[in-house]
């Protein structure tokens, strides 16, 4: 074969084993995972608009929004004069305690992300940590096409 015809029939079997999903199927049947350079610029600018989107319901104080974004369940730590624990095991336990989790230095934090600073961790591929201290813990589900939150660090 020639170099052109090779590469289109290299070409032409990729487009005809790919799934939706980014996965493609070999020839023995078997589901191989394609991950492109892009799929990384396609989830940090996801992780960034979802960024932008928790501003506006912090803003808002809008905790269903924000519950239904987190992936329970979640164990927050409150470094008050108590040291507490909040447990978060559905996004009404979020709603019942989201002034005592989501404090004004958190929201304070959250509005003043800067968007430039947000960069996907090298080892997961996909998650985020926003902040120098890290207060808050994003990631990109590939199964689900979101972004969830995944950790809560108040202090």
């Not at 968007?115 to 998650?127: C, P, Q, R």
């Amino acid at each position: 074969m020639q170099g052109i015809d090779k590469m289109f029939f290299i070409f032409l079997f990729f487009l005809t084993c790919s799934c939706s999903d980014g996965q493609s199927t070999s020839s023995s049947g078997q589901n191989l995972k394609l991950t492109p350079t892009i799929s990384a610029i396609n989830e940090l600018e996801e992780i960034k608009i979802f960024v932008e989107q928790l501003k506006i319901a912090v803003r808002k104080n809008d905790s269903l929004w924000i519950a239904k974004r987190i992936h329970y369940p979640q164990h927050v730590f409150l470094m008050t004069s108590k040291k507490r624990t909040i447990i978060l095991l559905k996004s009404d336990d979020l709603i019942k305690n989201y002034s005592k989790v989501f404090s004004g230095k958190l929201k304070k934090k959250i509005l003043n992300q800067d968007e430039d600073k947000i960069k996907l961790d090298e080892k997961t591929g996909s998650s985020v940590i926003l902040g120098s201290g890290g207060y808050m813990n994003l990631m990109y589900s590939y199964k689900d096409k979101k972004v969830e939150i995944l950790g809560i660090f108040p202090n």
